[in-house]
């Protein structure tokens, strides 16, 4: 009997197995290796100037968007909440709004649905959405700690989802 529940917890570990493996989420193009990235200029919620410099050393997840697109504004409560789960000293979600009506906008819409853990950033002039070549919205560009792009995604997704949290805790690990 010993034998068959050591045999049966084996198989049960090994089937397992590819389900805790970190997997590249559907949708998501990882490049075979790292890509420079453009110098984009934006603000920040003080009208600050910012650059993607300002979170160098970190792993970040550079989501474009904007309050007008549907499923940029389905995804913000997902990037919020993997913010507050997995934002630090080892990755920042930056999400990065090319609304022309400017902070105010992006203000309300945060205040509406309660995002509490991403910092507001804006480009107005939408420099930036051309400088990183996007076509459409949202996008979402994986950088390294080196400031390399390593993959993007367009279109929306489920940024807390477990898959993916594990996906981008395998990164930060790996980077």
Same mark, same amino acid.
């Given at each position: 009997?010993?034998?068959?529940?050591?045999?049966?917890?084996?198989?049960?570990?090994?089937?397992?197995?590819?389900?805790?493996?970190?997997?590249?989420?559907?949708?998501?193009?990882?490049?075979?290796?790292?890509?420079?990235?453009?110098?984009?200029?934006?603000?920040?919620?003080?009208?600050?100037?910012?650059?993607?410099?300002?979170?160098?050393?970190?792993?970040?997840?550079?989501?474009?968007?904007?309050?007008?697109?549907?499923?940029?504004?389905?995804?913000?409560?997902?990037?919020? !909440? =993997?913010?507050?789960?997995?934002?630090?000293?080892?990755?920042?979600? #930056? &999400?990065?709004?090319? $609304? %022309?009506?400017?902070? @105010?906008?992006?203000?309300?819409?945060?205040?509406?649905?309660?995002?509490?853990?991403?910092?507001?950033?804006?480009?107005?002039?939408?420099?930036?959405?051309?400088?990183?070549?996007?076509?459409?919205?949202?996008?979402?560009?994986?950088?390294?700690?080196?400031?390399?792009?390593?993959? !993007? =995604?367009?279109?929306?997704?489920?940024?807390?989802?477990?898959?993916? #949290? &594990?996906?981008?805790? $395998? %990164?930060?690990?790996? @980077?």
């Amino acid at each position: 009997m010993r034998t068959f529940a050591f045999a049966l917890a084996a198989s049960l570990l090994m089937l397992a197995q590819p389900l805790l493996a970190a997997e590249t989420p559907p949708n998501f193009a990882m490049h075979e290796a790292p890509k420079p990235m453009p110098e984009i200029q934006f603000q920040d919620g003080e009208d600050q100037p910012r650059t993607l410099a300002d979170h160098s050393g970190k792993v970040v997840l550079l989501n474009v968007w904007a309050t007008w697109c549907v499923p940029c504004r389905k995804e913000m409560p997902t990037l919020d !909440r =993997l913010q507050a789960e997995l934002g630090g000293a080892d990755l920042e979600v #930056v &999400a990065l709004s090319i $609304d %022309r009506a400017g902070p @105010d906008a992006v203000r309300k819409f945060f205040a509406e649905i309660g995002i509490q853990h991403l910092a507001l950033n804006i480009d107005a002039s939408g420099k930036a959405m051309f400088a990183l070549g996007i076509i459409g919205l949202p996008a979402t560009i994986l950088i390294d700690r080196g400031g390399r792009e390593v993959g !993007r =995604l367009i279109g929306p997704a489920e940024w807390d989802s477990p898959a993916m #949290v &594990a996906f981008l805790r $395998d %990164r930060i690990a790996n @980077d």
